[in-house]
């Protein structure tokens, strides 16, 4: 098993910056690819929408078309952890932000990840 703990979420003003932590504990070498999904309120589990992922081993990463350019996926190995660093955010970023792990190449869907964490809720103000 693996376990998934997320921080730093909070309320940022429109324009601003947050960065994401997602640190991985348990089975940690079973592990291929991170992956981040956020839930909008009002949506239900299964409209989760794809953030980002990043290839645990590589470095690869894939965007979402709505955040390229404004955030960055990376990964610390030695610290089991993947961070999401988010600027120029607007208000339709607002929402629950999940990390996930899986056993399996980098995807975008959420039916492929196994493990994911609690989630940290991610609010900006216009």
């Known amino acids: 098993q693996v376990q998934l703990v997320e921080s730093g979420g909070g309320l940022v003003q429109a324009g601003g910056s947050l960065q994401l932590s997602c640190a991985a504990s348990g089975r940690t070498s079973a592990i291929d690819a991170m992956g981040w999904f956020r839930q909008a309120l009002g949506k239900e589990r299964e409209e989760r929408e794809f953030?980002?992922?990043?290839?645990?081993?590589?470095?690869?990463?894939l965007y979402a078309d709505s955040v390229k350019g404004r955030f960055t996926t990376s990964r610390d190995n030695a610290k089991n952890a993947v961070f999401l660093q988010m600027n120029s955010l607007k208000p339709e970023d607002t929402a629950i932000y999940y990390c996930a792990a899986q056993e399996g190449p980098i995807a975008t869907q959420q039916y492929e990840y196994h493990y994911w964490g609690q989630g940290t809720q991610v609010t900006v103000s216009s």
């Open positions: 953030v980002a992922a990043i290839n645990w081993s590589g470095g690869r990463s």
